[in-house]
């Protein structure tokens, strides 16, 4: 794909973007999979980060991303309206049970606490997974090859020695206009917190801390139980042809 093919499909420009290969889809049984790209690098790679982000890409240690498939168009880039959500009852409960955990924001360092918990996380939710066989180093570049504004978003209980305990963490960066949860894993023995809603509730609270008005959530990919998960964080706005719009409340 040339780069005035990206820039009239996309409408992006700047930077130099390549196709992979078609190679099978990890969210849809008997699906190919393609994805145009870029290099995120320099110093114009966090306003480079932010403007994709609002086109519907992911990032990816320095990759950026979309999926490019020209026969399938399931993956909706979704991102949470911050001003708009609400505290129901179900919410209010999940943070209640969260409710000792303490939040610390981090540099984007690896640390073999981190590792530890998502070895174990991919081993119990994901062993199957295009991650399944990630190591240490392999996690260390995850974490630290970035040229934007990221962080590492722990979440820890207290002992009653006073020590802290990892059970989740977030790899999420900073964005002009909101957060972008770019990876999530929690302690899969924790489970009865229901971790993974608690760190996108968070989020929210963050990125209103922070004055930001979204939080971005990847792809949404209707029929995919591995992403069906996402709807549930109405209010919603889903990227179309025609820009942002609000998810249809019928999908959810």
């Not at 971790?195 to 008005?213: E, W, Y």
């Amino acid at each position: 794909m040339r780069n005035e093919d990206v820039t009239r499909r996309f409408g992006v420009e700047g930077g130099e973007f390549f196709v992979t290969a078609p190679a099978p889809c990890p969210y849809l049984p008997g699906k190919t999979e393609r994805k145009v790209f870029s290099h995120l690098n320099g110093p114009a790679a966090p306003a480079m980060n932010a403007m994709l982000t609002r086109r519907g890409f992911r990032r990816s240690q320095n990759i950026i991303y979309l999926p490019a498939c020209e026969r399938c168009q399931a993956c909706v880039p979704v991102r949470v309206v911050t001003e708009d959500f609400a505290i129901t009852r179900s919410r209010r409960r999940v943070l209640a049970r969260n409710a000792d955990l303490v939040r610390r924001i981090r540099a984007p360092r690896a640390t073999g606490e981190q590792f530890s918990v998502l070895r174990a996380y991919l081993d119990a939710r994901h062993h199957d997974g295009g991650m399944a066989d990630m190591t240490v180093l392999d996690y260390v570049s995850m974490v630290e090859e970035t040229a934007v504004d990221t962080m590492i978003v722990e979440y820890a209980l207290r002992e009653p020695s006073g020590e802290e305990r990892l059970v989740a963490a977030a790899l999420t960066d900073r964005l002009t206009d909101g957060l972008s949860m770019v990876y999530s894993f929690f302690e899969p023995e924790e489970a009865r917190r229901s971790l993974g809603q608690f760190m996108i509730l968070d989020h929210v609270a963050l990125a209103r801390d922070f004055s930001l008005p979204y939080v971005y959530l990847g792809y949404w990919v209707e029929g995919s139980p591995k992403m069906d998960y996402k709807k549930a964080f109405q209010p919603l706005e889903m990227l179309t042809a025609s820009g942002w719009v609000r998810m249809d409340r019928r999908k959810a």
